[in-house]
């Protein structure tokens, strides 16, 4: 019988912790948004190779291109900068 009387008291104070642990749950954490990881990469700057016309032609179209590409960064960043909620 005298066992009897002493398992409730250690039972009552284990549930007593573990409800007082329920009492609030954890605030919600903040998660940092951040761009897409392919808008960090370096822009290309072609440089000039040659000595003719068609050199220079080619030269304008790889900076047309290269262009072209850092400009789809730049709008990717404005389109994730628009997704972002109000300051």
Request: contains cysteine; hydrophobic residues 40%; aromatic residues 4%.
């Amino acid at each position: 019988m005298k066992r009897l009387k002493t398992i409730p008291a250690p039972l009552s104070l284990c549930l007593a912790l573990c409800l007082s642990s329920c009492a609030r749950p954890p605030a919600p954490q903040a998660v940092p948004l951040l761009p897409p990881e392919s808008v960090f990469a370096p822009c290309e700057q072609p440089r000039l190779r040659g000595e003719t016309w068609g050199d220079a032609v080619s030269y304008t179209l790889a900076l047309q291109t290269s262009l072209h590409i850092c400009a789809g960064q730049v709008e990717t960043l404005n389109a994730w900068r628009a997704t972002l909620p109000p300051r």
